[in-house]
């Protein structure tokens, strides 16, 4: 008997070495040099799912590029179910690899942590399901080059950060112009995951550290789930990143000055895929690799990384259910939320950096001074993270807000993200707050294809307005409270007025002839004396005013029921 159990693991750890013989990659093949093109990728990925049944390879929504998203899910049963994965108490970990294309080491880290899943020489827990995205911006990644990411230390070739509309997908998480986005969007509502992983590559100052990490700050996370990421979380990544022989450290975010001063963590607002999962209650993470050192190095940091997430995940299964479950109920109920924070620098955390010196030396270019590191001088000391961002403005939620149904494409951009909404039966008269924006900032140049709208102000009426049948109410009792809070109040930073989405209002449509117009106004306001008084007091303290004849009856159109009430009213309405 024990004879026959020999021979049996022989044949199996046989089999095991065929298989994974059969699927290598090529970065395997390359020793550690390349990364595939896109069609090699999904090739592989097919293959693998032909080969393992711990492997389903999916097909999701559309791209810009015409090819559709994919999402690979790799359990040890199998279950690529994601409903009842999660009646079966698991915890799903969302891997996203390509949303710059230049930066494709969790492309390649994921491609061997996968086989290697498959073939035994890395066991997954039983109560962990991995669901990756191969490939991202596939536009990005057919627009192939040596050239891109000058300062990149490899692969020989890869792809572009713009995607087939030359959007930056990891800009583009609430906006949407792209259908890598709303298949996104897509993929992140079916998942549901507990834990978001989004795999990048640095630029900036040179230092020893092979991997950086970016965490979703503690306070824009928020409550029990923003103390676990801070206190428990992130700290135990550092742990186990450390016995795998890599010193992790904080993302450094130190433009323009020396990271041996510290620096403040990256702002993730929503508009970044890592932003818009802590809008979902989900512990999101971006392992930034750093570009100068060699492409196995790299690889392999994000491999281990993937690893340390799966086991501390997989060690905190219960306890992460139980923050995430009562942190959606928690939205439900809450009564205020925060749309705008500050850096509070009285609050910061010490770790160890370890860097090179840095200095000064005449430019072969220029001759001016330029920076440079001196690796022959590597030192370590303890730095300052400035992590800590406080809630400056508040929002009282509505007991519901009402979107009319001419704003479609906002409606579109909810559904696609499960928000529960439901159309008005018949017309009706609801007493709702207004806004109406008095004042804000756009943008002088494009980013992203928009004008960003900033420094929003408003005002606030209460009014009865008729509604339509069609008209969406969207209650405010939901899981959804805090997507809904951050776009659609328009002072919110990633809000959908910010992304331009509601400009239409700001616009005026009707006008007047001038000259048709002066008799009416005159009438007007002799039939208006409150309003007379008050451009006489106008003209007394405004020069400016007190001598343009247009402007002036321009105030009288202005004040007059003949105004359009429209102009200026903020398109989404709150039933108190």
């Known amino acids: 008997m024990k004879k026959q159990f020999i021979v049996t693991a022989l044949l199996l750890q046989i089999l095991v070495s065929a298989v994974a013989q059969n699927i290598p990659t090529r970065f395997e093949q390359s020793g550690g040099t390349q990364t595939p093109p896109y069609a090699e990728i999904i090739d592989w990925w097919k293959k693998l799912d032909e080969k393992s049944g711990k492997v389903k390879m999916l097909t999701m929504g559309p791209s810009d590029a015409g090819y559709p998203l994919h999402l690979v899910v790799v359990a040890n049963n199998g279950d690529y179910n994601f409903e009842q994965i999660r009646k079966k108490n698991k915890r799903i970990i969302l891997i996203n690899n390509g949303i710059h294309p230049g930066e ?96 990048h590559v640095s630029d900036g100052a040179d230092y020893q550290h092979i991997m950086t990490l970016l965490t979703t700050q503690s306070s824009k996370l928020g409550g029990v789930m923003g103390d676990y990421i801070s206190k428990e979380f992130e700290p135990a990544l550092y742990g186990l990143m450390k016995q795998k022989g890599f010193d992790l450290v904080p993302y450094v975010n130190a433009r323009g000055d020396k990271p041996e001063n510290g620096w403040s963590e990256y702002w993730d607002s929503p508009r970044y895929a890592s932003g818009y999962a802590a809008l979902w209650n989900t512990f999101s993470f971006v392992p930034e690799t750093h570009m100068l050192k060699p492409y196995d190095q790299r690889v392999k940091s994000t491999y281990a990384l993937m690893q340390s997430f799966i086991e501390f995940t997989a060690a905190n299964s219960e306890r992460i259910r139980q923050l995430r479950a009562q942190t959606k109920e928690t939205m439900k109920n ?33 001759g001016f001074p330029r920076l440079f590191y001196d690796r022959s001088k590597p030192f370590e000391q303890t730095v300052k993270i400035f992590n800590f961002f406080k809630p400056v403005t508040f929002v009282k939620k509505p007991k519901a807000y009402i979107l009319p149904q001419g704003w479609w494409k906002v409606a579109e951009l909810l559904q696609l993200n499960k928000v529960q909404m439901m159309p008005l039966k018949k017309d009706t008269v609801i007493e709702v707050e207004v806004y109406k924006i008095s004042d804000y900032k756009s943008s002088a140049r494009q980013y992203e294809m928009h004008h960003l709208n900033t420094e929003v102000k408003t005002t606030t009426t209460i009014q009865k307005m008729a509604f339509r049948k069609g008209d969406w109410y969207i209650p405010m009792n939901q899981v959804a409270n805090r997507f809904l809070i951050e776009t659609l109040e ?49 003209k007394a303290t405004d ?6 004849g247009r402007a002036q009856l321009n105030f009288v159109y202005q004040q007059s029921p003949w105004f359009e009430p429209v102009h200026m009213r903020y398109p989404v309405y709150r039933v108190l």
């Open 334 to 366: 809450q009564e205020q939320f925060p749309i705008a924070w500050s850096l509070d620098r009285s609050v910061f955390k010490e770790v160890l950096y370890k860097g090179y010196q840095s200095g000064q030396k005449p430019s072969e270019v220029s």
């Open 543 to 548: 020069t400016a005013f007190a001598k343009d």
């Open 490 to 538: 328009p002072g919110a930073e990633d809000s959908y007025f910010a992304w331009n989405f509601f400009d239409a209002i700001l616009g005026q449509k009707e006008g007047y002839s001038g000259y048709a117009f002066e008799d009416i106004a005159a009438d007007y306001l002799r039939n208006n004396k409150e309003l007379q008084i008050k451009m006489d007091q106008r």
């Open 104 to 199: 494709p080491d969790g492309i390649d880290a994921s491609m061997l942590l996968a086989r290697d899943i498959v073939t035994g020489k890395y066991k997954i827990p039983d109560n962990i399901v991995l669901a990756f995205i191969p490939v991202y911006n596939i536009g990005g990644c057919l627009n192939r080059s040596a050239n891109y990411r000058v300062d990149q230390n490899g692969p020989v070739e890869f792809g572009f950060r713009g995607n087939s509309q030359n959007l930056d997908l990891n800009r583009d998480a609430i906006k949407s112009d792209s259908k890598e986005a709303r298949s996104f969007a897509q993929i992140f509502q079916l998942t549901d995951p507990d834990v978001f992983v989004d795999n």
